[in-house]
């Protein structure tokens, strides 16, 4: 009878971790700031080595688990606890600190699990 309960409930079990899962992701959409010298190439930019190593370490830490560029903006997917953490975290990168870049941070919830290569 047991194993009969535990095979019912198993999809509902499924689908709560995976909701679960979703709340812990977060979308960053990355845009350029006032400090941000159109003039100048993105690796001489102010702030902008620190920028890399930041997105690297948390990458490295598996944080970061998507990123990619689309027109003028950079945009990555993190993981962390609740918003409020994504936002903080994010904002410890000089970059942003300082306006080289912004950054928006939003709830991601895919409701389409593929793959990317």
Not at 1 to 20: G, Y
Not at 36 to 50: A, G, L, S, T, V
Request: a neutral charge; one cysteine or more.
């Amino acid at each position: 009878m047991r194993k009969l309960i535990l095979l019912l409930l198993f999809p509902f079990l499924i689908s709560a971790q995976d909701n679960a899962e979703n709340k812990s992701q977060f979308v960053a959409l990355y845009t350029v700031g006032n400090l941000w010298d159109k003039d100048r190439e993105p690796q001489n930019q102010p702030y902008f080595k620190e920028h890399s190593v930041f997105l690297s370490t948390l990458r490295k830490e598996e944080t970061i688990t998507l990123g990619a560029r689309f027109s003028d903006t950079g945009m990555i997917v993190l993981k962390a606890t609740d918003l409020q953490s994504a936002k903080a975290l994010l904002h410890q990168d000089v970059a942003i600190q300082n306006g080289l870049f912004t950054v928006e941070v939003h709830p991601f919830l895919p409701f389409y699990r593929g793959c990317l290569e």
